[in-house]
């Protein structure tokens, strides 16, 4: 699959006269060295690929310079350990896409608002790639500006990852978790404070939305964990200093 996905940027970039660009792809000895242990299909796709490129807003660089700094900016919500997450793109709105990474593996794709907003993306990066690859083939079918054709698809259309989407999950007070006769929720919420709210993921659609600022105060800032590979999702609440 990374070779086929690859295969429709390098078309797409082709047919389009310069309007999209590719990025350069990622060497095999760059990769190498990464705090992030990266998969062999992952490692297939940005060595042929790096990410792409529309005009002067949208540029969607899998190899983001943030991924390789010890601290990221402080506003993103999963804090400064590059080992847990991989960052992907933020997409000019105040909302950072990110592929949820346990162990050396590489799971679902998140992304956060800069309020408590979250939402459960994609369920690799592979398949969140190719969705973008639609999106660009939606684009270049449109007349007109191919940004902006590509922005109301991004954001808009039913085949969009990235949509706004309809379905939700209701996040759930930790103290509730934690009496669950579920033992993987039970388990998920153990180690939480009682202000904490999580998500159970495990049959969600995708995209689905989980909107922790319907039960967090407004103003309120959270910092994010995984558990289970992403199959949960937990918001903690951020104590004033």
């Keep these: 699959m990374p070779h086929a996905v690859a295969a429709r940027f390098q078309e797409l970039a082709r047919i389009s006269d310069g309007r999209i660009e590719l990025l350069p792809a990622v060497p095999d000895d760059a990769m190498s060295p990464w705090a992030i242990s990266v998969p062999e299909d992952v490692r297939a796709l940005f060595g042929a690929v790096g990410g792409f490129r529309i005009g002067d807003r949208y540029v969607f660089d899998f190899n983001q ?8 900016n402080e506003s993103w919500p999963l804090g400064a350990d590059s ?43 592979l398949s969140w790639a190719d969705n973008l690859a639609s999106g660009l083939e939606a684009a270049l079918r449109a007349d007109g500006d191919l940004g902006k054709a590509f ?26 978790a934690r009496t669950s006769d579920d033992p993987e929720i039970a388990a998920a919420a153990a ?49 004033d200093p």
């Design 65 to 72: 310079p943030d991924n390789h700094v010890p601290v990221v």
């Design 83 to 125: 080992s847990t997450y991989w960052l992907l793109h933020s997409d000019g709105s105040a909302t950072t896409y990110y592929v949820d990474v346990e162990d050396g593996s590489w799971g679902r794709v998140f992304s956060f608002w800069e309020e408590p907003y979250a939402r459960l993306v994609a369920p690799s990066l």
């Design 151 to 176: 922005s109301d698809w991004f954001f808009g259309d039913e085949e969009s990852l990235s949509r706004h989407p309809e379905n939700a999950v209701q996040p759930v007070p930790a103290a509730t």
């Design 191 to 239: 180690d939480l404070p009682d202000d904490a709210y999580l998500a159970d993921l495990r049959t969600a659609a995708y995209p689905t939305e989980i909107p922790f600022a319907s039960v967090i105060p407004y103003g309120d800032e959270v910092t994010y964990a995984r558990s289970a590979n992403g199959r949960f999702l937990t918001a903690t609440i951020i104590p």
